[in-house]
């Protein structure tokens, strides 16, 4: 992008957790700081490849939604609501 400098005033983590019935990835948000955890997404399901927009505003990941399907979502990184 042209003209206009991006600077992350948060960063994106993936965290694996084990269940019995299998893993889980969930994206949260962080402080470079360490501080303001946030998770972003709560369906206990595979949640890969997140990553910011270039400008900051938008919240992208890839979903598996089977064993070869899966979706990509962008999240509004303000309210966290999810599109297709």
Known sequence: MVGKLFIARRAIIRIR???????VYEIYT???DGTDVKQITHDKGINT???????????LFRKVLGEKNSQVFVMNGMDHRCEI
Not at 17 to 23: K, L, M
Not at 49 to 59: A, H, K, M, T
């Open 30 to 32: 962080i402080k470079p």
């Open 17 to 23: 957790q084990a269940y019995p019935e299998g893993e």
């Open 49 to 59: 490849y997140p990553s910011f927009s270039p400008e900051g505003g938008e919240i």
